[in-house]
Structures are given as C-alpha cells and as structure tokens.
C-alpha cells in the first residue's frame, strides 16, 4: 500500500510559479507510475501529467504542456509538480496519485490519492 501526503499550494500571481511536493510512504513507490491531476470548484477532477516508475517517460494534459514538468526523486520516495507561468485558470486543488498501468490519464485507474494541496492564482 502507498500513502501519498502533497505540499507546496499557496496563493501566487498569474505568471509565478510554484513546486508541488508528493511523498509517500511504502517501500513499493519506485515501482509505481504516478500522476497528479486538479478539481476546480464545480468541475471533474482532471489529469494534468504523469510520470513513468523509472523516470524515464513523462506525458502532459496539453493545458499544461511546456509550462509544468513532473518528476522525480525514488531515493526520496517524492515526485514533484513544477509549475511556471501560472494563470488564474490554473486554480484548483492539485492531488498526486499513484498507478500500475502506463499511461493511464483517468482518474478512475489510480489505485491511491493523496488528500490535495490548493492552488490559488490571482489574476
């Protein structure tokens, strides 16, 4: 079993960026693949990117392609959300989940989710 604990939300600017943390627990992380999607307040929860086991293979919703980067530290057992040039279409609560299947981009085949981190851009 993986337990996933996210940090780094807060309040920027549109045009900030700020860097998402994901640790978990469990011996096992190095061999999941991961995601991190976002909800908006009325809206479906939506996957943002997705990161291979190894770290080899990333892929990208195409609102966030060239403006985030995903990755990741097994040493650490952290994967991480880069996020630059924010705009205020990116508020949501950001959530990092972890998955056996490659590429999997509905929410519905991540087997463990972490409890989210909010993410505030003001315009």
């Known amino acids: 079993q993986v337990q996933l604990v996210e940090s780094g939300g807060g309040l920027v600017q549109a045009g900030g960026s700020l860097r998402l943390s994901c640790a978990a627990s469990g011996r096992t992380f190095s061999s999941y693949n991961m995601g991190w999607f976002r909800q908006a307040p009325g809206k479906e929860r939506e996957f943002v990117a997705a990161?291979?086991?190894?770290?080899?293979?990333?892929y990208y919703a195409d609102s966030v392609k060239g403006r985030f980067t995903i990755s990741r530290d097994n040493a650490k057992n952290t994967v991480y959300l880069q996020m630059n040039s924010l705009k205020p279409e990116d508020t949501a609560v950001y959530y990092c989940a972890a998955v056996t299947y490659w590429i999997a981009t509905r929410s519905q085949r991540y087997d463990y989710w972490g409890q989210g981190t909010q993410v505030t851009v003001s315009s």
């Open positions: 990161i291979r086991w190894s770290g080899d293979y990333t």
